[in-house]
């Protein structure tokens, strides 16, 4: 699979990529707040990130704190007061003659806060429905109850695409594949429904079943196939020693709070086999979780500066690697390209600004901003952009990303089938031709 278009977005929700979501308390403007830095994922996938963790694996400095805190609503200025007057004015009008159906309240006040952002033309606020803020609690476990499968939403045609199936999941045991179109699920249409919606009505409790109606190229009429749900591991890594004796290990995105555990574990077994260097591959990872990003670093830094967090007050808070942990040594690559963001050029800067690993690949999508996360009173979240991010040489990411030292670009058709005499994926097979050549 092209490793610029793998959607790690899942069936059961991988909770993973950003904004295309953007309260039931804005007028009122209350309800708490969790000061945890997180990252949102590449803007194009359009998927929200999980709330951050109440108790995150690392202590951070200052700002987070684990206690929600109180919202105390402004005290509105007159000129607030005339303009919320003017769209009263203007709603009891629709009220009065609209003919036809009228929006609930809660519909009315999520619409009402979209507008509002919009109006502030920063992609990196987002109004965060309640329903998809519960799915992303759920998965930020690593683990959901589900299908298991990456899916897409084709925005020309409405239809929701099987990018993949997880290796072993109930889709893959049905019979599921990747290219698949869903068209239904249980008999409702899920054509021009958002993939949220389509998300929902797929997803459910363990050993329940689901009915999906699927058009597949080569076959000439849709079919259904019934697919019993389990409970899914989220394959968050992926690795092996090669042939060549490099070992390759991927990192799909830092949303779990598992994430760092997960790739210890990876890490592990790979190193254990003695490969004489190691390919980490961060491509299309569009990141998640700062404490997590802190700890995949800290991996492979002895010590040293992992990053600098500048708020826009002024305050500057700063975290480092810690000795003692298993691949500090082990010489390395890290594949990078422009669908890598945030937490992964978080890991990223920081071992290329150490001189800790080479970077090959692509300059990266640079999504240096760090979000607060509220949480609101209906269940629905409000992320803010509060401060930047720069590497430990003071390099700043937002809108700019990390510039490889081997710029090695992916095809641009996007396919994996290499022409005569040219290397499948040309990123990885240079990457290891670097280790290689430097024994």
Do not use: C
Request: charge should be negative; proline fraction near 6%.
């Amino acid at each position: 699979m092209n490793n610029t278009t793998r959607r790690v977005l899942t069936i059961g929700f991988l909770g993973a990529m950003v904004l295309a979501v953007m309260v039931g308390a804005f007028l009122a403007g209350f309800g708490s707040a969790q000061a945890l830095d997180t990252f949102d994922l590449f803007p194009n996938w359009q998927l929200p990130l999980p709330t951050p963790s109440p108790t995150p694996t690392r202590t951070l400095p200052a700002e987070p704190t684990s206690t929600p805190t109180p919202i105390t609503p402004p005290t509105p200025t007159n000129e607030d007061e005339e303009a919320f007057a003017l769209f009263w004015e203007a709603w009891g009008l629709i009220q009065d003659h609209y003919y036809g159906d009228l929006p609930t309240a809660e519909k009315l006040t999520h619409a009402a806060i979209r507008g509002m952002l919009e109006s502030l033309d920063d992609r990196f606020v987002a109004f965060v429905e309640p329903d998809v803020a519960a799915m992303q609690a759920e998965d930020e476990s690593g683990e959901f109850q589900g299908i298991g499968a990456w899916i897409d939403m084709d925005p020309e045609t409405g239809e929701l695409i099987i990018i993949d199936t997880f290796e072993g999941s109930p889709a893959e045991v049905a019979g599921l594949e990747a290219e698949d179109r869903v068209l239904a699920v249980d008999g409702v249409s899920i054509i021009d429904r958002s993939i949220y919606e389509a998300i929902q009505l797929i997803r459910g409790p363990e050993g329940s079943t689901v009915t999906l109606l699927v058009e597949r190229e080569g076959v000439d009429e849709p079919f259904e196939i019934e697919i019993t749900r389990a409970r899914v591991e989220i394959p968050l890594t992926e690795a092996e020693v090669r042939d060549d004796g490099v070992a390759y290990v991927r990192l799909y995105d830092f949303q779990a709070t598992v994430t760092s555990d997960r790739l210890r574990q990876a890490l592990e077994t790979a190193l254990a086999e003695d490969p004489e260097g190691l390919v980490f591959d961060l491509r299309g990872n569009g990141g998640g979780r700062l404490d997590e990003a802190i700890d995949v670093a800290d991996l492979f830094l002895a010590d040293g500066l992992i990053l600098i967090e500048r708020w826009g007050d002024g305050r500057e808070n700063t975290y480092d690697a810690q000795p003692g942990e298993l691949a500090e040594e082990i010489e390395m690559v890290v594949l990078v390209d422009r669908a890598s963001a945030s937490a992964s050029e978080i890991v990223a800067g920081a071992l290329q600004d150490h001189g800790r690993a080479v970077l090959v690949g692509e300059t990266t999508f640079g999504k240096g901003a760090v979000q607060l996360v509220f949480n609101l009173s209906d269940g629905s979240e409000l992320w803010v952009p509060a401060a930047r991010w720069f590497t430990p040489n003071d390099r700043m990411i937002q809108g700019t990303g990390l510039t490889p030292d081997i710029e090695i670009p992916y095809p641009e058709d996007g396919t994996d089938q290499a022409s005569e005499g040219e290397a499948l994926d040309p990123q990885l097979e240079r990457a290891v031709d670097y280790l290689l050549e430097s024994e």
